[in-house]
Every structure is written in structure tokens, then in C-alpha cells.
């Protein structure tokens, strides 16, 4: 059972270049995640989902996008890398207790 | 606007003495609680959770407190090994509203041998 699979594990990105961060679980949550955590700081709430086709903002959306086609996979997009979206990225699904993958560490230079 | 407040940035304790971690929150409508520890280039994993209708609950090593009237909760560790050192995540959700998870800013907490 892998749980939670989230993909580049790293990636360094240009100002201006875009990239998907991807996520799939097989728990057959309805509600997944996108959390930043930057140095120091909380996970920060980007976008959730509670279901296919269901998205809604967070607490920090601007500059990203999510789709969810299935109820399996929770793409973020970001279109225009600026250097403030340096940060780790952490996927989460859930039913009440949240299961997290392993992260991906975005440097925007 | 912090919901969910963790003020200790740090704790470091002795080896099989008690760690307590503590956190507060604003939002009355949050009625589930968990908290989630973190090691270095890892995920955050699910620890313990405690719902509104109880003050405590209990597994193994770990408690958590829950002060509603206070806006409060706590995790006691006891006895604190070594190997729970790691940063500690406090964080809230409403049923009511997708059951998504606020989180604290952390505390870090290190268990010297």
C-alpha cells in the first residue's frame, strides 16, 4: 500500500517557468491537500479538494492551480515560478486524519 | 490571522523525563484536534487526535489534552526517548467544512540522551 506518492521528489526551476507537482493516492480518499511549509513556518494550506471535480482555494492559492479529474490524483500546477514559491510542497488525503507523502522541495531561481 | 498557534518554537528535555508540547487555537467551530510529528525530509505523520467531545485521550506513550474552554490542547510524551526527537505539528478542522486541516507553526522538539 503506498499511501500518498508525490513526484519530483526536487526540482530547481527558472523564474518565469512552469512545472506540475504530482500527487496520487490509493486509499480512495475523497478530500486531498497541497500544503507549503517554508523555514521555520507552518504548513500553509494551498488548495483542497473533496472529490473529483471539486476544487476550492486555501490559504495561500495565488500563483498555483489544481485539477481533479479522478479521485486518485491532485496535480498542482504553477504557471509563473517567482522566487517566493521556494518551499517544500506536501500532498496530503484524508479522512479525518490527513496521511502526507514525502514531500518535493521547489527552488525558484 | 494564526487560527492555530503553537508559541514555543522549541523544547528540549531529558532523556525519559516529560515533554510537553502545547498549543492554542481562536476558531470555536474547530472540533477535532490532531497532532503530527515531523522528521527531516520526511512527511508528516499522524501521532494522536482527540475530538471536541473529549478532554483526553490516551495511546502508549503520548496523551493529549484538550481545555476547550481555554482554546487549548497539549501533547505529553512520557517517558521522551531520543527518537522522538523531530518537530511536532499542532492542527484543528471543522467537520463542517471539508474536515481540511489548520496547522500550527511547529515546535521543534530535541531529547538529549
Known amino acids: 500500500n503506498a499511501g500518498v506518492t508525490q513526484t519530483p521528489k526536487f526540482r530547481i526551476l527558472k523564474i518565469g517557468q512552469s512545472m506540475t507537482l504530482q500527487c496520487t493516492q490509493d486509499m480512495n480518499h475523497n478530500y486531498m491537500y497541497w500544503y507549503r511549509q517554508d523555514p521555520g513556518m507552518g504548513l500553509k494550506l494551498i488548495y483542497y479538494?473533496?472529490?473529483?471535480?471539486?476544487?476550492d482555494k486555501g490559504e495561500v492559492p495565488n500563483g498555483y492551480n489544481v485539477s481533479r479529474s479522478t479521485t486518485e490524483d491532485f496535480p498542482l500546477r504553477l504557471e509563473l515560478a517567482a522566487p517566493s514559491q521556494t518551499s517544500v510542497y506536501f500532498c496530503?488525503?484524508?479522512?479525518?486524519?490527513?496521511?502526507f507523502g514525502q514531500g518535493t522541495r521547489l527552488t525558484v531561481v | 490571522d494564526q487560527q492555530v498557534k503553537q508559541n514555543s518554537p522549541s523544547l528540549s528535555v531529558q532523556e525519559g523525563r516529560i515533554s510537553i508540547l502545547n498549543c492554542d487555537y481562536t476558531n470555536s467551530m474547530f472540533d477535532y484536534f490532531l497532532w503530527y510529528k515531523k522528521y527531516p525530509a520526511e512527511g508528516p505523520t499522524f501521532l494522536i487526535s482527540?475530538?471536541?467531545?473529549?478532554d483526553k485521550n490516551e495511546d502508549g506513550r503520548f496523551t493529549v489534552f484538550l481545555n476547550k474552554s481555554a482554546k487549548h490542547l497539549s501533547l505529553h510524551i512520557v517517558p521522551s526517548q531520543p527518537g522522538d526527537s523531530a518537530v511536532y505539528f499542532c492542527?484543528?478542522?471543522?467537520?463542517?467544512?471539508?474536515?481540511?486541516?489548520?496547522f500550527g507553526q511547529g515546535t521543534t522538539l530535541q531529547v538529549k540522551p
Open positions: 492542527a484543528a478542522s471543522e467537520a463542517s467544512n471539508t474536515g481540511k486541516l489548520i
Open positions: 482527540i475530538s471536541s467531545i473529549k
Open positions: 496530503a488525503s484524508s479522512y479525518r486524519e490527513a496521511f
Open positions: 479538494s473533496v472529490g473529483a471535480g471539486i476544487t
